[in-house]
């Protein structure tokens, strides 16, 4: 009786190791992908510099932006209070244009990068551009 009580402690506590490492893994990776408060104000003021820049506006006038999003990627990094590691994707319906700041005081922003457009690839989450 007491070796059948032993062989199922020790699975429930494997169970719950495994269980605990995975979540606590997860939790981890997570946090350096969710920006917090801080992380969302340094994205909310990049977002208006993005808006007032000449590379924004030159894109703004020949492609229709869909979208702004603001991110933060901290994972696997020797910095992770570094400013390189916020940015601002602008979506249009050609290109998904990554600006980031072009100093570590963030004096300005820059567009460093692009991507797909998931708005050219995907179809769309809201009905844009839909006749009912």
Not at 4 to 31: A, P, Q, R
Not at 102 to 110: G, N, P, Q, Y
Request: with cysteine; aromatic share 10%; charged share 25%.
């Amino acid at each position: 009786m007491k070796k059948k009580l032993l062989i199922v402690l020790v699975i429930i506590l494997s169970f719950s190791l495994i269980l605990n490492v995975y979540f606590g893994v997860s939790s981890f990776i997570e946090s350096t992908y969710t920006p917090d408060s801080e992380d969302r104000d340094i994205l909310a003021e990049m977002t208006k510099m993005v808006i007032d820049n000449e590379e924004y506006q030159e894109i703004a006038t020949r492609e229709t932006v869909y979208a702004i999003e603001q991110g933060v990627s901290r994972f696997n990094v020797s910095n992770p209070s570094s400013i390189h590691h916020y940015e601002i994707q602008v979506q249009t319906e050609k290109e998904t244009y990554i600006f980031t700041c072009i100093d570590e005081k963030c004096t300005d922003v820059s567009n460093k990068g692009w991507t797909y457009s998931r708005y050219s690839e995907e179809e769309p989450i809201l009905p844009l551009n839909k006749k009912n």
